[in-house]
T-cell receptor, first 116, second 113 residues
Framework: DVKVTQSSRYLVKRTGEKVFLECVQD?????MFWYRQDPGLGLRLIYF???????EKGDIPEGYSVSREKKERFSLILESASTNQTSMYLC???????????????FGEGSRLTVL | AQSVTQLDSHVSVSEGTPVLLRCNYS??????LFWYVQHPNKGLQLLLK??????LVKGINGFEAEFKKSETSFHLTKPSAHMSDAAEYFC???????????FGAGTRLFVKA
């Protein structure tokens, strides 16, 4: 069964702390994504990666960075957490179907982050 | 600009009655269309997808959707709702020729006993 695993389901951090959210997929997918989900705002793309060591900014990259050192792992980093980064974070992966088409997305269970 | 509109933010049905969740999209290209379901504090799970094959698509848990190009719609239906169907549903569109996925705002489905 295909799987995207987010290592932390629930985290509580303090303002200013550095936060790592880890995501691992076992489907050998080229593309990986980080979204955040907030009530009334839907899913918003933070960063994505289409290859190892490659990254692209999404719609709301400010305050975040990412790392993709291995194909199966895509990490989201909050260098200095702030209260407005309290949210549900969803990782997803996909395999390209054609010229730039993202195809079906496979999601992890989500990481709910609370910043106090 | 490409967009996805889920016409209802909330839908409430009684158990055993039909479900209709509506989705319209705007497109300049040939889209791939998906419906995902999200239960509380969970990730999104694929219900079904349309990728230019049959216009009537069958998914998991008895859901199906019909792609109507003339109406630019991809409505999700189920003949008989079950309590376990209570969740949030997202219509999602991806476009060929561009690295772009667009999510609808979501429709929360309530199922009454």
């Amino acid at each position: 069964d295909v799987k995207v695993t987010q290592s932390s389901r629930y985290l509580v951090k303090r303002t200013g702390e550095k936060v790592f959210l880890e995501c691992v997929q076992d489907m050998d997918h080229e593309n990986m994504f980080w979204y955040r989900q907030d009530p009334g705002l839907g899913l918003r793309l933070i960063y994505f990666s289409y290859d190892v060591k490659m990254k692209e900014k999404g719609d709301i990259p400010e305050g975040y960075s990412v790392s993709r050192e291995k194909k199966e792992r895509f990490s989201l980093i909050l260098e200095s957490a702030s209260t407005n980064q309290t949210s549900m974070y969803l990782c997803a992966s996909s395999s390209p179907q054609g010229a730039g088409d993202t195809g079906e997305l496979f999601f992890g269970e989500g990481s709910r982050l609370t910043v106090l | 600009a490409q967009s996805v509109t889920q016409l209802d933010s909330h839908v409430s049905v009684s158990e055993g009655t039909p479900v209709l969740l509506r989705c319209n999209y705007s497109s300049s290209y040939s889209p791939s269309l998906f419906w995902y379901v999200q239960h509380p504090n969970k990730g999104l799970q694929l219900l079904l997808k349309y990728t230019s094959a049959a216009t009537l698509v069958k998914g998991i848990n008895g859901f199906e959707a019909e792609f109507k190009k003339s109406e630019t719609s991809f409505h999700l239906t189920k003949p008989s709702a079950h309590m376990s169907d209570a969740a949030e549903y997202f219509c999602v569109v991806t476009y060929t020729g561009g690295f772009k996925t667009i999510f609808g705002a979501g429709t929360r489905l309530f199922v009454k006993a």
